[in-house]
């Protein structure tokens, strides 16, 4: 682009100096035959030119002539330079508002039919938080995330959806398993929780971190941690863990352990059929002060011919008026 409005300013530069030369020689010529012409019919000429009306009017007229000849160089110029796109540039640091939200899934075989329902209620908190930045880690043998944290709601509702039409298996490996079974067990609870608990970025900012976690807690194998020394884990870091038991008051030990990690962190056990879940947990999540978070700077390009703009409009004007006053 550089090259291109070099090459563009040279042209009209090219094109200034023609005009000039060419004008110059057609001046020079017609004033050489004007006075011939008057020479020849006009005796004692001199005399007439050492008049002071006519010194006036003829020092007038070489005035505007270099007027016409420097505002026809301007219009040109300034022309030239709109042709060749100014631009200006601008340092843009964004500032994103919010609060960090992970979602946190539990795909292991004992979920499966109350995963859906699980999802449903995430798309009912999707709706109720604005400007929060949602990520999404499914677990079963093995974690992994399925999108990091972003406040892209047309996408996190599209992976949404995705992972819960994975649940119909209708295809062979349903996106759910794909990467979620390499581990050695099911369901490792603990493991899942430590994942999402690492999930969160910009660990030195204070910032409202929440993970919203959805398991029965029916553990089979040797996890890496457990679910007590993960939920340690989550408090050291300021991650406070909302659980959402679908078999809340059914297994008492179960409902008894998830309760427990909640509480540790500063959060809270739900069940996943209760009425006021989706309320409640978005009260205590928008109860934190939402805090700045800077993102990358960006430096954004921008057209700005303005200027040039009015200067060609004006040097036009006064080029037409003048050549107007000299043709009188």
Same mark, same amino acid.
């Given at each position: 682009? /550089? @090259?291109?409005?070099?090459?563009? %300013?040279? &042209?009209? =530069?090219?094109?200034?100096?023609?005009? +000039? $030369?060419?004008?110059?020689?057609?001046?020079?010529?017609?004033?050489?035959?004007?006075?011939?012409?008057?020479?020849?019919?006009?005796?004692?000429?001199?005399?007439?030119?050492?008049?002071?009306?006519?010194?006036?009017?003829?020092?007038?007229?070489?005035? /505007? @002539?270099?007027?016409?000849?420097? %505002?026809? &160089?301007? =219009?040109?110029?300034?022309?030239?330079? +709109? $042709?060749?796109?100014?631009?200006?540039?601008?340092?843009?640091?964004?500032?994103?508002?919010?609060?960090?939200?992970?979602?946190?899934?539990?795909?292991?075989?004992?979920?499966?039919?109350?995963?859906?329902?699980?999802?449903?209620?995430?798309?009912?908190?999707?709706?109720?938080?604005?400007?929060?930045?949602?990520?999404?880690?499914?677990?079963?043998?093995?974690? +992994?995330?399925?999108?990091?944290?972003?406040?892209?709601?047309?996408?996190?509702?599209?992976?949404?959806?995705?992972?819960?039409?994975?649940?119909?298996?209708?295809?062979?490996?349903?996106?759910?398993?794909?990467?979620?079974?390499?581990?050695?067990?099911?369901?490792?609870?603990?493991?899942?929780?430590?994942?999402?608990?690492?999930?969160?970025?910009?660990?030195?900012?204070?910032?409202?971190?929440?993970?919203?976690?959805?398991?029965?807690?029916?553990?089979?194998?040797?996890?890496?941690?457990?679910?007590?020394?993960?939920?340690?884990?989550?408090?050291?870091?300021?991650?406070?863990?909302?659980?959402?038991?679908?078999?809340?008051?059914?297994?008492?030990?179960?409902?008894?352990?998830?309760?427990?990690?909640?509480?540790?962190?500063?959060?809270?056990?739900?069940?996943?059929?209760?009425?006021?879940?989706?309320?409640?947990?978005?009260?205590?999540?928008?109860?934190?002060?939402?805090?700045?978070?800077?993102?990358?700077?960006?430096?954004?390009?921008?057209?700005?011919?303005?200027?040039?703009?009015?200067?060609?409009?004006?040097?036009?004007?006064?080029?037409?008026?003048?050549?107007?006053?000299?043709?009188?």
């Amino acid at each position: 682009m /550089a @090259l291109a409005n070099g090459w563009m %300013l040279l &042209v009209a =530069a090219g094109i200034v100096v023609v005009a +000039v $030369a060419i004008g110059l020689v057609l001046g020079l010529r017609r004033t050489g035959r004007s006075d011939a012409h008057e020479q020849a019919r006009i005796a004692r000429a001199e005399r007439v030119r050492a008049l002071p009306a006519f010194r006036a009017a003829l020092t007038r007229r070489v005035v /505007a @002539l270099c007027g016409i000849l420097l %505002l026809g &160089v301007i =219009a040109t110029a300034s022309a030239g330079v +709109v $042709a060749a796109r100014p631009m200006s540039s601008q340092t843009i640091q964004p500032v994103n508002t919010s609060r960090d939200i992970m979602l946190c899934l539990d795909v292991s075989g004992s979920m499966t039919e109350v995963d859906v329902e699980v999802l449903t209620v995430f798309e009912e908190l999707l709706k109720e938080f604005e400007g929060e930045r949602i990520g999404l880690t499914i677990f079963n043998s093995s974690p +992994v995330q399925i999108f990091p944290l972003t406040d892209d709601y047309p996408f996190i509702r599209e992976h949404l959806q995705s992972i819960r039409e994975s649940f119909d298996f209708v295809e062979q490996t349903p996106e759910h398993w794909v990467g979620t079974m390499n581990g050695n067990g099911a369901s490792l609870i603990g493991d899942g929780l430590a994942a999402c608990a690492l999930a969160f970025d910009h660990p030195d900012d204070e910032r409202s971190r929440s993970i919203i976690f959805a398991t029965d807690n029916e553990i089979n194998g040797a996890s890496i941690v457990t679910l007590q020394e993960a939920a340690a884990y989550a408090k050291s870091v300021g991650v406070r863990v909302f659980s959402l038991n679908p078999v809340q008051g059914k297994d008492a030990d179960v409902s008894a352990e998830l309760t427990e990690a909640a509480e540790t962190t500063g959060g809270t056990a739900y069940g996943l059929r209760d009425t006021t879940t989706v309320e409640d947990i978005v009260a205590q999540v928008q109860e934190q002060e939402a805090t700045a978070l800077q993102g990358q700077a960006q430096v954004v390009w921008t057209d700005s011919p303005n200027l040039w703009i009015v200067v060609l409009m004006v040097a036009t004007l006064a080029f037409v008026v003048v050549l107007w006053r000299v043709r009188l």
